[in-house]
Nanobody
């Protein structure tokens, strides 16, 4: 059974920083891509950042220049370093993994709150 365990959420002030981590455990096949999505209150879930097996990444326009995604293939882990946080970044952040056998996995979500 595959599990994605997220950590690092919490509260921050505007302009602050947080780092999210996600570790995949269990019998997970080769991961093609790993990333983060988020769902803000009253909004649809949106892609935040994705990194593929070649360390190529894409970002939502709203986080470019502020967030950095990285992965450690040896640990089946993905990270999201968030700087210059804004109140609009408040959301539940979900870890996402897509594997070579065309399977998608989601984490349980971790709350990020940016408030003065």
């Amino acid at each position: 059974q595959v599990q994605l365990v997220e950590s690092g959420g919490g509260s921050a002030q505007p302009g602050g920083s947080l780092r999210l981590s996600c570790a995949a455990s269990g019998s997970i096949f080769d991961t093609i891509a790993m990333g983060w999505y988020r769902r803000a209150p009253g909004k649809q879930r949106e892609m935040v950042a994705i990194v593929n097996e070649d360390a190529e990444s894409v970002y939502a326009d709203s986080v470019k220049g502020r967030f950095t995604i990285s992965r450690d293939n040896t640990k089946n882990s993905v990270y999201l370093q968030m700087h210059s946080l804004k109140p609009d970044d408040t959301a539940v952040y979900y870890c996402w993994v897509f594997t070579r056998d065309v399977t998608t996995y989601w984490g349980q979500g971790t709350q990020v709150t940016v408030v003065s």
